[in-house]
């Protein structure tokens, strides 16, 4: 219901064209606000549970990712983008990637992402460096 109503506020919305359907593996996501992420009570579960104690190593106390633990500040971007030699995206742990990138882009934006996409909730499986 509530992805019905995006779609229709999509339509409605002046100005707002959907220029494409789907991730295009840009990155440019990751780029924007990979520095700026924080890490969810089940990722942490999640990383725990799979023993990558290289993952919590870069959790801060208050749950901000990535963190060089040497000094505490996070990394810019994100060490877990990585670009193919077609110049797409890819992200290194795709499979156990955070929440928040997994959730990303929410209702919050409109389910559009910085590019102006519209990324439907469950879009055809793509490896790519958000969904
Ligand atoms: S979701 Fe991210 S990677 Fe996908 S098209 Fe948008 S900006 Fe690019
Ligand atoms: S999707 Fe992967 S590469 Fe992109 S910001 Fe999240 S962890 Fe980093």
Not at 21 to 29: P, Q, V
Not at 34 to 60: K, T
């Amino acid at each position: 219901m509530i992805e019905v109503l995006c779609r229709l506020w999509d339509k409605i919305h002046p100005g707002k064209e959907e220029v494409e359907r789907g991730c295009l593996a840009c990155g440019m996501c990751c780029e924007a606000y990979g520095g700026y992420l924080h890490a969810s009570p089940g990722d942490i579960e999640r990383w725990r549970r799979l023993g990558r104690e290289d993952l919590l190593a870069l959790v801060s106390p208050y749950g901000w990712i990535w963190v060089d633990p040497r000094n505490g500040r996070r990394g810019d971007p994100c060490p877990f983008l990585q670009r193919g030699d077609d110049d797409k995206a890819l992200c290194a742990i795709h499979e156990i990637k955070p929440d928040i990138c997994r959730e990303y882009p929410s209702l919050d934006h409109g389910r559009h992402c910085v590019r102006g996409i519209y990324i439907p909730r469950h879009p055809p499986a793509r490896k790519s460096s958000v969904h």
